[in-house]
């Protein structure tokens, strides 16, 4: 058993697999693809498949650098990863210092408050690693204007020589829609950024943005949901492995006539006889509730013995209705495992069922499941 394995739910049933071998494979091609120095985005308790076993994975394939959002995101990353570098993505909150101190973490320091508030502390003697700068060039939501940041740096010394700044950093709006004509501003306003910084290490590219032409990778790429199976180029192939997949068993099955509403306030009425199975898995399992197939809205779906079976009714709690009519002879009986994500139902393909992003959900999914990791 893998000790980041979770024991089988008897009573419940849901499996989570988590193929670490995939998530680092998918490391190694997106740097080898930008030519620089691949970062592993750990935020999100490592995007739901865990901090530890992802990092572990990572650093003993030898990732040197990870980013988090949160503090205590930090703390959990330097306890496996001694002696990694770990940025904190959402700034440096107030009288924290001394903590990131104690945990060897770095700050992305996004505002003139917190460079001011971290350069103080530095200059008090403590011994912190270098923080990072993060610049705005489009999203009007973390990061100093870019403005604010060609003036400090014009500065050569002031609050960003007494901050100690390791690297300069900003963020993609739009790096998945090739066309968007906002990559291109963006690719400029950061060269002018990162120039004016000379001798500080840079970084721009996230997941999607490893695939778009005419973007220089500087010295440190931070990939995130691509890493973890996520497609960074909607509506083409998926240049990535999957990472993980999602089975949950019936835990009853049972025939309908047609005019039989189904699932809390009937909002679905069987056009013609039914074969409905009820699985053991629901919103409280992270499964995104918005899933629920409607007269009105189509939903979700399983692989039922490898054939695609919508949803039936409301997703609720703890349960889903599948409609298995037409599922192979044997398939659909109680007992039987039936898959929410992996093969044709990647990511992507859920997200839409669901109607939002395969981001939020694989970072929803939690730790109601029992959890198989492979390939450590």
């Not at 204007?145 to 010394?157: N, V």
């Not at 291109?184 to 004016?196: G, K, L, S, V």
């Not at 778009?212 to 240049?239: E, F, K, M, V, W």
């Amino acid at each position: 058993m893998n000790p980041f394995d979770t024991p089988t739910n008897a009573d419940h049933g849901p499996l989570l697999t988590i193929d670490l071998g995939a998530l680092v494979a998918n490391w190694r091609a997106l740097g080898a693809r930008a030519g620089a120095e691949a970062a592993a985005v750990v935020k999100a308790d490592a995007y739901g498949i865990g901090i530890e076993p992802a990092v572990t994975a990572l650093a003993a394939a030898g990732c040197r650098t990870f980013f988090v959002a949160h503090l205590s995101e930090g703390i959990r990353a330097r306890a496996t990863a001694p002696d990694a570098t770990i940025y904190v993505l959402n700034g440096l909150p107030p009288d924290s210092s001394g903590l990131f101190a104690e945990h060897d973490l770095s700050p992305v320091l996004g505002s003139h408050e917190e460079l001011l508030e971290w350069a103080g502390f530095r200059q008090s003697g403590a011994k912190v690693r270098p923080a990072a700068l993060h610049v705005d060039t489009a999203m009007n939501r973390l990061g100093l204007w870019a403005g604010e940041g060609l003036d400090l740096a014009r500065e050569r010394s002031g609050v960003i020589a007494a901050a100690g700044i390791g690297l300069v950093m900003s963020h993609f709006a739009a790096s998945e829609d090739l066309a968007n004509p906002a990559n291109a501003r963006q690719i400029a306003a950061f060269a002018e950024i990162a120039a004016a910084f000379p001798g500080v290490p840079a970084s721009l590219k996230n997941s999607s943005a490893h695939f778009l032409p005419d973007c220089p990778s500087y010295q440190l790429t931070r990939p995130g949901y691509a890493l973890y199976g996520g497609n960074p180029t909607p509506g083409q192939p998926n240049p990535m492995q999957p990472v993980i997949g999602l089975e949950a068993r019936i835990i009853q099955v049972r025939e309908i006539a047609g005019g039989t509403q189904v699932g809390y306030n009937g909002r679905w009425t069987a056009p013609g006889r039914r074969k409905l199975a009820t699985i053991s898995l629901g919103y409280a399992d992270g499964y995104p509730r918005n899933a629920s197939w409607t007269d009105i809205t189509p939903g979700g779906s399983a692989l039922v013995g490898g054939l695609r079976c919508p949803f039936v009714g409301t997703v609720s709690m703890d349960l889903i209705i599948v409609d298995v009519t037409h599922a192979p002879a044997g398939a659909a009986v109680r007992g039987a495992p039936v898959t929410l994500i992996g093969g044709e139902l990647d990511l992507e393909t859920v997200g839409a069922g669901a109607k939002t992003i395969g981001y939020e959900v694989l970072t929803s999914l939690g730790w109601r499941h029992a959890r198989r990791y492979t390939g450590l």
